[in-house]
């Protein structure tokens, strides 16, 4: 029997709805005389499952079709990342700096100071404080004071029954990194204060100072008392509150009574080194005042320690405002500025040995400062100079 026919358009229509026939091309239709379409049975199933054209809908993605596009995807080549700026780079690094250390576990910190001891005796101990790392506990991230017990523990070579311990004797602030003096009994920690009470402890800083102090060295003795700082942003910092003022005629000073509540406050200074108006400064203080040398520093000789962006303004909270030459050298912008770390190096401890000649210890310069002092084009003087 012959595969094919000569069928009407109504044979056609109904016959679609039950099977699919072959068609010989050409045939014609004796109601039509169009051709008759033509459909292969795989052509005949992809088209009854497709939607209608006149729906709508898009197309389903069939599982071969995803699968050779995700290959693809697969083999694209990656985009290319833009080039990071020198500048991107330093502010990435300074914000990962102002992070270090401040959540860690306690081990990890204890071994961190351990690597990090400058000094040690049957007394005393001096480690390199990190920058950002507070001394006592309190302010929610691990303390050096925290992780003591654990560092005894090390240093003692990790003997369980150990007698070892260490204690904090002359504190630092928390932006201040640098020599750091531990006890390891409460005698000891007496002994110390006693002799820092009678200035018998000398401890030198390196600051970076915006700004070229005059005259070049000499003493500051000028009382520092805390001030409520009043307008959009309330808050309190330490001042000057000094025991002269200029007379009315402007020729001389006149003596003015102290404020019961003044901090005694006199502070050592002299420059190093100056270069693109920023200044290389060895602070020595002979008081102990809350933020004494930050104040000094800023209000008293009006060259603030870079990275102070508590003292920098009076009137408000916000970040140091630099000159342009300044920032060209350090390769931020000022947007930026927010994440330069207090430049406030505690570099030389000395006392006298509970036991034997006078300690005196000399503190290296952390990466920071040394990398702002290159850009600056500062000198750090050798360090029998800094004695």
């Given amino acids: 029997m012959n595969s094919c026919r000569r069928m009407t358009c109504g044979d056609w229509i109904s016959g679609l709805n039950t099977v699919f026939l072959r068609v010989k091309p050409g045939t014609k239709c004796h109601r039509c005389s169009g051709t008759a379409p033509i459909l292969s049975q795989s052509q005949a199933t992809t088209s009854k499952h497709a939607p209608a054209s006149n729906t709508g809908e898009k197309p389903r993605l069939r599982a071969i079709d995803l699968a050779r596009k995700i290959q693809q995807e697969k083999t694209k080549p990656p985009a290319e990342t833009p080039p990071v700026s020198a500048q991107q780079k330093r502010v990435a690094d300074l914000k990962r700096f102002s992070l270090q250390l401040q959540n860690v576990h306690p081990n990890v910190l204890a071994k961190h100071l351990h690597r990090s001891v400058l000094y040690q005796d049957k007394d ?15 302010s929610g991230v691990t303390s050096i004071s925290s992780v003591l017990p654990v560092l005894s523990k090390i240093m003692a070579g990790m003997k369980i029954k150990s007698d070892s311990q260490l204690l904090t004797c002359l504190g630092l602030e928390k932006e201040i990194s640098g020599a750091l003096l531990l006890a390891r009994s409460e005698e000891v920690v007496e002994h110390v204060l006693n002799l820092d009470r009678n200035n018998q402890v000398q401890r030198k800083y390196w600051v970076v100072t915006v700004g070229v102090p005059v005259p070049s060295e000499g003493v500051i003795d000028i009382p520092i008392i805390e001030r409520e700082v009043t307008g959009p942003q309330p808050h309190y910092k330490m001042a000057l509150s000094p025991l002269f003022r200029t007379n009315d005629a402007g020729d001389g000073v006149t003596k003015v009574r102290s404020h019961r509540q003044a901090h005694p406050a006199v502070t050592k200074y002299r ?3 100056s270069s693109n108006g920023c200044s290389l400064v060895e602070l020595q203080p002979f008081t102990g ?3 004494q040398m930050r104040v000094h520093m800023a209000f008293a000789l ?10 920098s303004h009076w009137s408000k909270l916000a970040p140091q405002k630099l000159p342009e030459r300044v920032l060209g050298k350090l390769g931020l912008e000022q947007s930026k500025i927010r994440y330069v770390p207090l430049h406030l190096l505690a570099r030389q401890l000395t006392l006298p040995g509970t036991s034997q000649a006078h300690i005196n210890v000399s503190c290296p310069l952390p990466k920071y400062f040394m990398q702002t002092l290159t850009r600056l084009q500062l000198t750090a003087p050798d360090k029998d100079d800094s004695k």
């Fill in 124 to 138: 005393v101990v001096v480690i390199n404080k990190p920058y950002g790392v507070p001394v006592k506990d309190g």
């Fill in 271 to 273: 420059v190093l080194d």
């Fill in 289 to 291: 005042a809350k933020h």
């Fill in 302 to 311: 009006s060259c603030p320690i870079l990275g102070d962006h508590k003292y």
